[in-house]
Nanobody, 115 residues
Framework: QVQLVESGGGLVQPGGSLRLSCAASGIIFSAYNMCWYRQAPGKQREMVAF???????NYTDSVKGRFTISRDNAKKMVYLQMNSLKPEDSAVYYC?????????WGQGTQVTVSS
């Protein structure tokens, strides 16, 4: 049974930081590309950051220089360090494991950036 469980969301003031974590089980973790997506109310889900099994990274333009994705294959964990947060970063953040044949989603964690 595949499970992706996100944690670390919450309420933070503009300019603050949060670190999201995603714990994976039931998959050969190193074989999957791992992504963070987000979805704000009334908007489409968008990819925020992407990391391959080998550690190559990519980011959407709006978070470059502020967010960092990383992974620990031994622990089957993927992280999203979010700095200099802005109100427009508020959304539900989802972890995605993207494989050759199957994709697996987590349940999401809410991030709210507000003063």
């Amino acid at each position: 049974q595949v499970q992706l469980v996100e944690s670390g969301g919450g309420l933070v003031q503009p300019g603050g930081s949060l670190r999201l974590s995603c714990a994976a089980s039931g998959i050969i973790f190193s074989a999957y590309n791992m992504c963070w997506y987000r979805q704000a109310p009334g908007k489409q889900r968008e990819m925020v950051a992407f990391i391959t099994g080998a550690g190559n990274r990519n980011y959407t333009d709006s978070v470059k220089g502020r967010f960092t994705i990383s992974r620990d294959n031994a622990k089957k964990m993927v992280y999203l360090q979010m700095n200099s947060l802005k109100p427009e970063d508020s959304a539900v953040y989802y972890c995605l494991a993207r494989g050759r044949l199957m994709d697996y989603w987590g349940q999401g964690t809410q991030v709210t950036v507000s003063s």
